[in-house]
């Protein structure tokens, strides 16, 4: 069971209540006038200190005096607007914010949405209207009036100058002083201007003929100018050819009796050419080597040549034609060896002839055939004259061997030399294409270290062979 004790002094003495109910509730009756209830702890302290609540108020309301500070309260029982605290008194409310209770902006008095005058105190760390300005960073800075960079301070005469990337700087300027006029003067030049003074702003006009002087022709045509550069008469032609009379060309003197020099890439003589520092000698003609060389003097035959004519026969070469200033006489007609000349004069010289064509008799005092040595044959043999007419050829031991002839032309002619080997057993041979006489083929010699000798000559068709055997060599 619950219950609840009340204070003597009111009630009477300590009184216990019980609950009027199996749950617990309890009906206290206070007199309607002036009746107070008074509940203290045990130590006689009427504050409600811990007193704990385990349910909710559910009807009813609050008549008592305000709870103070200390105690968890407000110290007031009404709050309307701005509230505000000591921390130690009962709050106070206010339907605007004082002045009096925003410190640090000095004074600041209301005005449109769209500007507020602030006289005295900072905005972001900015010193408005002070003496010692502090550092901020402003989206846009409007100046109405004076704009004053105490932290920056330049010197006479500088100006305050962007580079459009950084805070502007004091620079100094070019030049001193204060222009109220300008004028120009063309000087010596031979150049005009107009326009001037400016005064304020204008524009100034310049005119007239360079003098050559400061670079210029002096004139205003085309001839005047060569005249005044002493380029004597030039007219332009046709885009082939300029005539020239007078003056000079990269110091080559034209017309003139005293030439100078000049490097001319293609140089056309009408009439003459006479070259004063090229002299050559009496006599000598002046001759080009070709593309890329200099003409240089040479001495050319002398004497005029006014005719030459070509004639007579000799063995048949005829010599004719004829020649007044240049040009060739021809060589014709066929050598005649009918009457040849003699061929090494009287004492005959040697020599090698491919062909020896002799239309009478052939007398020769001595010859000497060249000899082929064919060396040791095997089983077959290829005999060839190209080089020489007596050929030696040695059977090898005990090898029969097989001779082919060469070509039958007419009028050819060999000689064989046909040896058995020194030493082994002997053996024979034979010949391809050859007719022998009525004793038939020879055999040849079998006996080693002998030798047969063949001679064969040709008619155009077949060979024909002899045979003399038996030699010891």
């Not at 002398?302 to 004639?311: D, E, I, L, Q, R």
């Given at each position: ?5 009340f204070?003597a ?5 300590t ?37 704990t ?7 009813g ?11 968890g ?15 130690t ?92 006029s ?33 670079g210029?022709t ?71 080597a070709g ?54 004069s ?6 090698a002839?491919t ?45 029969a ?13 060999f ?14 041979a ?44």
């Amino acid at each position: 069971m619950s219950r609840l004790i009340f204070n003597a002094d009111t009630l009477g003495g300590t009184t216990t209540l019980s609950s009027a109910d199996a749950v617990g509730n309890f009906t206290i009756t206070v007199p309607a006038v002036n009746g107070t209830l008074s509940v203290k702890d045990a130590s006689n302290d009427a504050t409600f200190r811990n007193i704990t609540l385990t349910g909710a108020v559910l009807a009813g309301a609050w008549n008592g005096s305000a709870i103070t500070v200390p105690f968890g309260g407000t110290g007031a029982v009404t709050l309307t607007g701005y509230v505000k605290g000591t921390g130690t008194a009962a709050l106070t409310a206010s339907a605007t914010i004082p002045n009096t209770d925003i410190t640090g902006l000095g004074t600041m008095s209301t005005q449109n949405a769209s500007a507020v005058a602030i006289t005295g105190g900072t905005a972001n760390s900015l010193i408005l209207g002070g003496t010692t300005p502090a550092a901020a960073t402003v989206t846009t800075l409007r100046i109405d009036s004076t704009l004053s960079l105490a932290g920056a301070t330049g010197t006479s005469g500088q100006v305050l100058t962007s580079n459009g990337a950084s805070a502007p700087t004091w620079q100094n300027i070019a030049g001193s002083g204060t222009v109220t006029s300008i004028d120009v003067s063309g000087g010596t030049t031979g150049l005009t201007t107009s326009g001037g003074p400016v005064t304020g702003s204008g524009t100034i006009t310049l005119a007239g003929t360079l003098a050559i002087a400061n670079g210029g022709t002096g004139a205003t045509t085309d001839s005047a100018a060569r005249t005044a550069l002493g380029l004597g008469t030039m007219a332009v032609q046709a885009a082939s050819s300029v005539a020239i009379t007078g003056g000079s060309i990269n110091g080559t003197s034209l017309g003139a009796t005293t030439a100078g020099s000049a490097k001319v890439t293609t140089l056309d003589i009408a009439s003459g050419l006479t070259l004063a520092t090229l002299a050559g000698t009496s006599g000598q003609v002046l001759t080009s080597a070709g593309a890329g060389f200099v003409p240089t003097w040479t001495t050319a035959a002398t004497g005029t040549v006014t005719s030459v004519a070509g004639t007579g026969t000799v063995n048949g070469l005829t010599l004719t034609g004829t020649v007044t200033s240049s040009g060739s006489l021809t060589l014709g007609g066929t050598l005649s060896l009918v009457s040849p000349p003699a061929i090494g004069s009287t004492t005959p010289n040697t020599g090698a002839f491919t062909t020896l064509t002799s239309s009478t008799s052939f007398v020769p005092t001595a010859y000497t055939e060249t000899i082929v040595a064919s060396g040791t044959v095997g089983a077959s043999a290829t005999l060839a004259i190209t080089a020489g007419t007596i050929l030696t050829a040695t059977l090898t031991s005990a090898t029969a061997c097989t001779f082919t002839m060469p070509t039958a032309t007419a009028g050819k002619s060999f000689t064989l030399l046909l040896k058995q080997p020194a030493s082994g057993t002997a053996t024979t041979a034979t010949f391809t294409g050859v007719k022998w006489g009525s004793i038939g083929a020879p055999t040849i010699t079998a006996t080693v270290g002998k030798l047969d000798i063949l001679a064969f000559i040709a008619d155009g068709t077949n060979w024909y062979g002899t045979a003399s055997q038996g030699y010891t060599y």
